[in-house]
């Protein structure tokens, strides 16, 4: 049996359980496979429900956690989706790096869909409360201080590199921003000194954060646009983000270096 969504919620009445939320689902692509899953402040615990004895539980910390969305389904039930990036062995590798692991549930306790949806939200609302959720700024002071959802303005340099900046945004790092929640603004530079005259230009208060995704030039000069403007002491204090889209990477390489 489901659990009523309207019922208080048994985190609480589970035996050494004192969870954040507890709920058991079904599998998002298999009704068959259910899943006890609880949320706790550290990490999502999941255990299929089975009669077999094995029933391996498997936990995902939430400090590798991006965000999680709710959505409906195709028939009255709703579904909640938690995306996470653990450090793991690469295939072939002797080096781990972080990679993706999808969790979708499907919630179908009721007959009417807006019961099953609140319930969705009400997971995917916890998860965004928790203290623990990865920020995509990394660690150090500035993941502290952005504000969520942090408004965000992508400047891409398509000729950056092998030419490869933007496939690499598509490809990768919009999923990413969507997972995540994170609103943005993307910005294909069109010459050289674009990004220079918009930042210069820009009504900051726009934005929580401005990425580049390219070498360190285009970087450069976006920090020249900020400084080149008249409230230069405050505009130079606005978040920057890199993301390695150029041939060399230098700084960004070095950034990620010293998070570590
Ligand atoms: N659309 C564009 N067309 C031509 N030049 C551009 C365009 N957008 C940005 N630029 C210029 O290209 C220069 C080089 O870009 P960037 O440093 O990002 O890439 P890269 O040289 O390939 O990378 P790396 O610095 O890692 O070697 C920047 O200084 C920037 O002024």
Redesign the pocket.
Known sequence: MEKDASAPDPSRQRNGFSGVLYGEFADALNDELRYSVSLTESALTIQRISSSPDRTKVAFNLSDCVGCRSHTGPDTSAYFTAYFYPMKRRWMSAGLARQRVEQCFRVAPAQDPLVNLREAERWSDTFLLLPNLLHLPGKGVACTTLRRPCRTMILV?????RGQALQLFTGHIQAMLTEADVPYTLVI???????RELVRNADLSQWDALVIM?????L??VINGLMEREDWQQAIKTPLGILPG?????LAASLHHYSQ
């Open positions: 340099n398509p000729h950056s590199g530079t069109e010459h050289q000194n674009h990004a390219s070498g360190d030039g285009l450069f000069e150029g041939s060399g990477n230098a």
